[in-house]
C-alpha cells in the first residue's frame, strides 16, 4: 500500500467539514487503496478546539480503515506540515453590515499567511484548493506569497456551481445527470458565474439541441446556478455544506485523474478573454495527478463573451481590492 497522504484541512470544525472529513477519511476522495492522515485547523479559540475534538472523536467511531492518523492543532505551521493537499476551507464570513471589501481585505489576511506558511512547510508536491470565500481571489492571495509552489499548485472550486448546472440540464432534458456532460462554468465563484452551457452535451449531442428553449438557458438557467447558494439559504437557513463537500471530493479526485475533463478556478493567463493575473473557473482536462491543462479553443458566441465580461470585470475589481496584499 502506498504511504498515506497527508491531508490538511481548515475551518475542520465548521459545517462543510463535517460533511467532508467522513469523505476524506472514506477514501472517496482519494480512492479505495490510499490511507490518509487528516491535520486538521481550527482558529485558537476554545469553543472552535472543543468541537473540533467531537469531530474527531466521530471521525474515531467510525473505524474508517483508511484513516491513518489524525492532528488536531490551532497552528497553521503543524496544520501544513508535509502535506500533500492542503484544503483551505475555513474563512471569515461576512457579517451583518459588512462591505464586500472589508470581507475581501479580512480573509485576504487569512489566505496571505496561510499561503507563505504553505509554501515554506508543506510537501515540495503540496496542492492547494481553496473552498473558503471569495474562494478565487483568496487562491489568488494565497498563491502570491509562493516562492516554492508554482502559481497553478493553488486552485479554487467551482465545481459545486458545475455540478448545480449539470442536475439543472439534466432535470429541463428529462435524463440522469450522468447523461449531462461538458458543462463548464466560467469566471468567479458568485452569480456572476457562467455556466457554459453552449458546450455542454446531453446523451452526446449539444444542450441546445436537446434543450430547444434559448430564452431558458440564457435566463432562468444561468440566474438559477448563480443564486443557488442564496436559495440553500433561504430554504435551510444556512448555507450549502453537504453541497459544496461534495463538490470538493469531486473537485480533488478529478484533479487526481488523468483525463479528467472538469471546471477549476486557475490562474487564467488570458485565456478566453480573461485578465492574466485572476483565478478564473475554466474548463481544464487532467494531466497527470494533481497538474491540468485548460482546454483551449472552445467558441464564445456574443452572448457568451458578454457574459465571461462580465464575471471578469468583478474577478479584476476584488483584485484591485486586495492589491496591497499580494505578494
Ligand atoms: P462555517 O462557518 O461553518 O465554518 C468555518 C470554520 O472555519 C469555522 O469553524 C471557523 O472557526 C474556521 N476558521 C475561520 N478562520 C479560520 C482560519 N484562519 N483558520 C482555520 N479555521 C478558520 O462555514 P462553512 O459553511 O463550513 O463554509 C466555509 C467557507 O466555504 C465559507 O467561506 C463559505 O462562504 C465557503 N463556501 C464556498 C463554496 C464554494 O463553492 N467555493 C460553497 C459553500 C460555501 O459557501
Redesign the pocket.
Known amino acids: 500500500m502506498n504511504p498515506p497522504l497527508r491531508v490538511a484541512v481548515?475551518?475542520a470544525?465548521?459545517?462543510?467539514?463535517y460533511s467532508l472529513l467522513p469523505r476524506i477519511a472514506s477514501g472517496a476522495m482519494f480512492g479505495p487503496g490510499q490511507r490518509v492522515i487528516l491535520q486538521l485547523?481550527?482558529?485558537p479559540v476554545e469553543k472552535?478546539m472543543k468541537a473540533l475534538e467531537g469531530v474527531a472523536m466521530e471521525l474515531d467511531d467510525c473505524a474508517f480503515p483508511l484513516l491513518a492518523g489524525m492532528e488536531l492543532t490551532d497552528n497553521a505551521r503543524v496544520a501544513f506540515r508535509d502535506a500533500d493537499w492542503c484544503l483551505l476551507?475555513?474563512?471569515?464570513?461576512r457579517g451583518p453590515g459588512m462591505e464586500r471589501a472589508d470581507l475581501l481585505k479580512d480573509n485576504g489576511a487569512?489566505f496571505t499567511a496561510q499561503g507563505r506558511i504553505i509554501d515554506e512547510v508543506a510537501s515540495a508536491e503540496a496542492r492547494v484548493a481553496v473552498?473558503?470565500?471569495p474562494?478565487n481571489t483568496n487562491a489568488m492571495i494565497a498563491a502570491s506569497t509562493a516562492r516554492r509552489l508554482p502559481a497553478e499548485r493553488f486552485t479554487a472550486?467551482v465545481r459545486?456551481d458545475q455540478n448545480r448546472a449539470q442536475t439543472m440540464l439534466a432535470r429541463k432534458a428529462g435524463v440522469d445527470t450522468t447523461a449531462v456532460t461538458d458543462i463548464f462554468i466560467f469566471g468567479n465563484?458568485s452569480p456572476t458565474m457562467f455556466p457554459a452551457f453552449e458546450h455542454a452535451k446531453i446523451q452526446g449531442q449539444p444542450a441546445a439541441t436537446r434543450i430547444p428553449d434559448r430564452a431558458w438557458l440564457e435566463g432562468e438557467f444561468c440566474e438559477k446556478v448563480g443564486k443557488r447558494?442564496a436559495a440553500i439559504i433561504a430554504a435551510r437557513g444556512a448555507?450549502?455544506?453537504a453541497s459544496?463537500a461534495n463538490?470538493l471530493v469531486d473537485h480533488v479526485r478529478d484533479l487526481c485523474t488523468p483525463g479528467a475533463i472538469h471546471s477549476v478556478a486557475v490562474p487564467s493567463k488570458g485565456h478566453y478573454g480573461f485578465a492574466p493575473e485572476v483565478w478564473a473557473g475554466l474548463p481544464v482536462r487532467t494531466t497527470t495527478p494533481g497538474s491540468y491543462e485548460i482546454l483551449t479553443g472552445l467558441t464564445l458566441d456574443a452572448f457568451a463573451q458578454s457574459k465571461i465580461a462580465a464575471t471578469n470585470k468583478e474577478l479584476v475589481e476584488e483584485r484591485g481590492m486586495v492589491a496591497d496584499l499580494l505578494g
Open positions: 481548515t475551518g470544525a465548521g459545517q462543510i467539514s485547523l481550527e482558529v472552535a476551507v475555513g474563512a471569515k464570513p487569512i473552498v473558503g470565500n474562494a472550486m459545486l465563484h447558494g448555507s450549502s455544506a459544496a463538490a
